[in-house]
């Protein structure tokens, strides 16, 4: 049974009729490329250089910010895949605290970077407190456009420390059902301070906990405890 020959394909390598080439050059094959874009200003022609955000200086981004509802959107969409995959509540929290340890990781490594550039003489903090206070003024201000509402110490355990916010910026457009009630989205924001706290050489485990009251529905406390090698270093230190 003899079969129809199948139509050929476009493609971006176009064969010359074998009517034109000898028969030694049948099988070469003319590739073609696209043009550069270029800008004709009359006397000459030059080519369009393309930029693109790594080109930007860091220092005009210090004070720019982002749409709020285009950040609520990407959130969403960001809760919504996570939810997907995972098998629970305590997962999906752990999953949004690794995408904001990455975050706070590069934000530390640019925070730092613009430090240097501004400061004639930058400094590294090596105590606790400063740091602690740093991140509830200049990193919150810097990723949420304002700084925390409160920093307590707990009362209990020494090891303890609370930044408190009574507004969290990126759950303003959440609502969570009731049979996940105990879910805090702002573990993305647990996650982005252990971050910073590992850079600057205080680790600790960083949980974030939802404790609405009657003024502030969607009030948050990001509870931090530290390890015993941070408390052993500020007692060496005193």
């Known amino acids: 049974m003899a079969y129809n020959q199948p139509p050929s394909r476009f493609s971006l390598v176009s064969t010359s009729s074998t009517d034109q080439i000898p028969p030694s050059n049948a099988s070469s094959t003319t590739r073609f490329s ?9 006397s000459q022609t030059k080519p369009v250089v393309r930029t693109t955000i790594y080109d930007r200086p860091l220092n005009k981004t ?4 982002v749409s709020a509802s285009a950040f609520s ?3 969403s969409e960001m809760i919504q895949y996570t939810q997907k995959r995972v098998s629970g509540i305590e997962d999906l929290e752990r999953r949004l605290s690794t995408i904001g340890y990455r975050v706070g990781m590069r934000y530390l490594e640019l925070m730092s970077w613009r430090t240097e550039v501004a400061s004639k003489a930058p400094k590294r903090e090596i ?7 740093m991140i509830h003024t200049q990193l919150w201000r810097a990723v949420f456009g304002k700084p925390a509402d409160a920093i307590e110490k707990s009362m209990e355990n020494d090891d303890e420390y609370m930044i408190i916010d009574n507004d969290p910026p990126i759950t ?5 059902p009731k049979e996940m009630s105990s879910l805090s989205c702002s573990a ?3 996650g982005i301070v252990e971050a910073v706290l590992d850079g600057l050489g205080f680790p600790a485990r960083v949980t974030a906990h939802s404790v609405p009251i009657d003024a502030y529905p969607s009030r948050t406390t990001i509870l931090i405890k530290l390890q015993k090698e941070v408390i052993e270093r500020e007692e060496a230190l005193k």
């Open 34 to 42: 696209l043009p550069t874009p270029s800008i004709n200003t009359g």
């Open 62 to 65: 210090r004070n720019a910010e």
């Open 73 to 75: 959107f990407l959130f």
């Open 127 to 133: 105590r606790f407190l400063p740091a602690l206070m």
């Open 172 to 176: 303003r457009h959440i609502s969570i």
């Open 188 to 190: 993305l924001t647990a």
